[in-house]
């Protein structure tokens, strides 16, 4: 029996056993699949973990579960797949609890993260999600599949592999791993209660939800006295565009690789990286005791009492003392590969070809032209879709994935429903030059 392994228990890997689940109840033929979290299943939502405080609202809509947009996928078995899929909504989710209605009345509520984590772990064990509790501290690819060495001294072989998690914070030059008055996206959360109630100077580097939620959390805790410089390279906090136009091509990227690669990348900036969402602006409009710094962090020296971050905006260059520097500039994607093997590493290094591995990533999610196969949504937003490497379209990315082992008769087979597949099986990214 084929096995595909996924790397963390989160949301993604989550909604790829449903799909497994989903599609078996169908009649078809799904691989093994394997979520090895070395944590709680969907822990990073708790706030336990850090990344959050656990009580942050959702940024995506609820509605976005584990199976939407519920696309056609599977032809002739396409409406069983989507009934069968449907019992792990978030709607039925709710209906299960007697809570819809007054969800509903309510007018749709944000769940937090704390609750979205929970609506995750209850549809992982709907679904008789297959955990291995491990950390995984090795990647090995050979002839026939991928073997995953995990902590303690065991190993799982795999045919193929799916990497999930944004990974560990992104550092600044000089930013030491451990330091009280240094913390990031995901530490943060962890001292936030405990940060005393004298006057401090904040310096929080970056623009994008968690920086956002980070200035608010500490506006509600600090010092009225305090002040608070948000450093941003462009000078300016945007929030996230969220037009049925823009929207779109998170739920179907159907002409998503027919736009030019620059264009892409303008929206993607415009939409999803370094911006705030609409309810994270509401509240900081709301707020006093911040300024909006032009300029990058270049270097942290991190004192005994003091934090000096050097600034650096066009040519000029400064040096600023705080008391307190929270560097939330997001998470390492590539994170995964420190765990490849040598062989491994030559394998993607030959299917890269020089290139910049976005854009190298094929309609299945994979690295295009590396064997065994290596699926990574986390960096398929530039040549599949914006909607990938998040929540927007979980039922989409585990078709996507899964497409790669379920065989479908010549009869059946068929795209997914949405342009998406049509448009990207004709030019794959990897091959595509730019337009404009």
Known sequence: ?????????GAKG????????????????PPRVVLVERGRPAGTWTGDQGYTSGLLPLGTAPEKDV???????????????????????????????????????????????????????????ACEAEIIPAEVTALGAGDRGWRLGLAGGGALEA????????????RIPGQPAEHPLVLDGRT???????LGTRARNICVVGSGETAA????????????RSAMDVLTSRGVLYSRGESYDENRFYSDPGDWPGLAESHRREFLERTDRGVFSVQAEATLNRLRGFRTLAGRALHIEAGQRQVVVTIGYGPDRERVAY???????????HWFERLLGDDA???????????????????????????????????????????????????????????????LSPAAARPDGTAAQKSAARRSAPERSERA
């Open 1 to 9: 029996m084929r096995t595909l392994a996924v790397i963390g228990a």
């Open 213 to 224: 939620w980070i200035v608010i959390t500490l506006a509600g805790k600090c010092h009225e």
């Open 345 to 407: 590493r030559r394998r993607l290094a030959d299917a890269r070809a020089g290139d910049e591995l976005e854009r190298r990533i094929d309609v299945d999610l994979t690295v295009a032209g590396l064997k065994p196969p290596l699926h990574l949504p986390v960096l398929a937003g530039l040549a599949q879709g914006p909607g990938f490497p998040n929540l927007s379209c979980l039922g989409l990315l585990s078709d996507r994935i899964l497409r790669r082992y379920v065989p």
């Open 159 to 170: 045919d193929g592999v799916v990497v999930t998690g944004a990974g560990p914070p992104v």
């Open 67 to 125: 199976g939407y947009p519920y696309p056609a996928s599977w032809g002739a078995a396409s409406a069983e797949v989507t009934g069968a899929m449907m019992a792990y909504s978030w709607p039925r989710n709710l209906i299960a609890h007697g809570a819809y209605a007054d969800w509903v009345d309510r007018g749709r509520l944000r769940p937090t993260h704390r609750e979205w984590g929970g609506y995750l772990r209850e549809v992982a064990g």
């Open 14 to 29: 989550i909604a790829i056993a449903a799909k497994a689940r989903a599609l078996a109840a169908a009649g078809l033929d």
């Open 188 to 194: 943060f959360w962890q001292h936030a209660d405990h």
């Open 323 to 333: 008391d307190l520097v929270i560097v939330a500039r997001g998470f390492d994607g």
